[in-house]
């Protein structure tokens, strides 16, 4: 192609070139391969800023030393029903997965499972870890802080990641109940993805030292790094659209995935050192896993959750709408179309891709670009 233009690539192309960059950073392949299916999950589900769009971030992290590539899980204390695990700065997609497998398994035997950990890394999307849960018949929720990025409501300094919240359930439906969202109005990734696709973001999503809105993704990220520009939370500036509300969730995230485990906090994920050398993260998480059956037969718990759905669905439309949405419809069906269609590829995505395969001479891959 003369000029690079978007492009589709099947999924399980595009997942076999994750694993193969992943593993070609010295991963272990098992661990990219448990790396690469969270984030395929990304893409498939239309998240398009926690997947492949990612994967470069990772290659030169684990390139620097800021990832590990051979996750060391350890279980710091463990009870019957909880665990404490130090991830020692591995892939957080792998310690994630150990970790929620792990609040699932205690869940089975207990009814309830929680895992907190320490000394992660950025685990991808959120929203995967509940639904390993939902496929145990169970509901389950998975948490994270993150580097600084929002402002504290009437604040404009950059102090709590976008800390998001996922919650998943089964139904008695084909598609699950799934919640995953941050607690900032949005989140780094879409900037990062609106500055590939060279256009401007929503006045309201970020603020400047003066309070000011400003929607030029490329001068935003420059800005994140200096701290100079925040993120607004969930309701956005002030408390009459009820800002002050998601500050106080994004809080709460915070506290769940630092103070049970002993973890970094606010300006201790900001990625550097006194001295403004590059260091590991230190995210925390938290995750939870409910046994329904230890409450009602699982039978019960999805009809009564699809009864729910429904009728929120079946609601009364709003004018000019045509349909209500319940959390987690239009991911499960933007996957089907993606399966078939492929993942897109924009040209700013390709040259990524074009590097990472170059670095590690991946010559098996004949990409249209």
């Known amino acids: 192609m003369d000029k690079m233009e978007k492009v589709y690539i099947p999924v399980e192309i595009m997942q076999n070139f994750m694993v193969d960059v992943l593993a070609g950073v010295g991963m272990p392949r098992p661990e990219a391969e448990t790396a690469a299916e969270v984030l395929i999950s990304s893409d498939l589900r239309g998240v398009e800023s926690h997947g492949i769009g990612r994967l470069k971030m990772y290659y ?7 990832i590990k590539a051979t996750t060391e899980f350890e279980i710091v204390k463990e009870g019957p029903a909880t665990a404490v695990v130090d991830g020692h700065y591995g ?4 310690i994630g997965v150990r970790a929620m497998q792990m609040a699932i398994d205690k869940a089975r035997t207990y009814g309830m499972g929680s895992v907190a950990v320490r000394n992660s890394t950025h685990f991808g999307i959120d ?13 389950g929720m998975s948490f994270t802080n993150a580097r600084p990025s929002i402002a504290p409501t009437f604040g404009v300094k950059p102090m709590l990641g976008t800390n998001p919240i996922a919650f998943g359930a089964p139904t008695d439906e084909e598609c699950p109940f799934l919640y995953d969202a941050a607690t900032s109005i949005t989140q780094r990734g879409k900037i990062e993805v609106a500055n590939r696709a060279e256009k401007d973001v929503p006045e309201g999503w970020v603020i400047d030292q003066e309070g000011q809105f400003v ?3 490329a001068d935003i990220l420059k800005a994140f790094d200096q701290s100079s520009n925040a993120l607004l939370p969930l ?3 002030g408390e009459l659209l009820g800002g002050h509300k998601g500050y106080g969730l994004a809080t709460m995230v915070e506290i769940l995935s630092a103070s049970l485990q002993t973890g970094a906090f606010l300006y201790g994920l900001s990625g550097f050192d006194p001295q403004g050398n590059k260091i590991p993260l230190t995210v925390g998480h938290f995750f939870m896993a409910i046994d329904v059956e230890h409450f009602v037969p699982l039978d019960e718990f999805k009809a009564t959750t699809g009864h729910i759905l429904r009728e929120l669905r079946a609601s009364t439309l709003a004018p000019g709408q045509t349909r209500i949405y319940t959390a987690g419809e239009k991911e499960f069906e933007n996957e089907k ?4 269609r492929g993942i897109e590829v924009n ?3 390709q040259k990524d ?8 001479e991946l010559t098996q891959y004949h990409f249209p670009f």
């Open 235 to 237: 309701g956005g500036a």
């Open 337 to 340: 179309v993606v399966r078939a």
């Open 353 to 360: 891709m074009k590097a990472m395969q170059m670095g590690l």
């Open 91 to 94: 892939m957080g997609h792998v």
């Open 60 to 66: 030169d992290r684990i390139r620097a030393g800021t």
């Open 127 to 139: 929203g995967y870890y509940p639904l390993m849960a939902v496929k145990a018949g169970m509901l």
């Open 215 to 217: 929607t030029h993704p």
């Open 347 to 349: 040209p700013n995505l």
